[in-house]
């Protein structure tokens, strides 16, 4: 029932930005943490940038100053605003989010992923 829907994937020059967005339906609780990850062909997928339930950010060194992720509008969503975009940052972007369900049992999720294509 739980879903993660990833959105504002594209091709973009070098300097340009987008805004990636992701939307968690069918849970009841609100997340603990969620966060995005990419993997470029050949790569190991690697956190770009986490969000905690109390507003904690955590960003990798090659974004930091660059992008942003910040709570949506709505309740379980979150969006990254990517900036200053360089072909490195070419890959398949994947959400994923963790909820707490009490008794410290959690549960996760993945997005399906949505590509970002920087050209030079």
């Known amino acids: 029932q739980v879903a993660l829907v990833e959105s504002g994937g594209g091709l973009v020059q070098a300097g340009g930005s987008l805004r990636l967005s992701c939307a968690v339906s069918?849970?009841?609780?609100?997340?603990?943490?969620m966060g995005w990850y990419r993997q470029a062909p050949g790569k190991q997928r690697e956190l770009v940038a986490g969000l905690t339930d109390i507003g904690n950010t955590n960003y990798d060194d090659s974004v930091k100053g660059r992008f942003a992720i910040s709570r949506g509008s709505a309740r379980n969503t979150v969006v990254l605003q990517m900036n200053s975009l360089k072909p490195e940052d070419t890959a398949v972007y994947y959400c994923?989010?963790?909820?707490?369900?009490?008794?410290?049992?959690?549960?996760?999720?993945w997005g399906q992923g949505t590509q970002v294509t920087v050209s030079s």
């Open positions: 069918g849970s009841i609780y609100t997340f603990n943490t």
């Open positions: 994923h989010a963790l909820f707490r369900l009490g008794a410290g049992r959690t549960a996760d999720y």
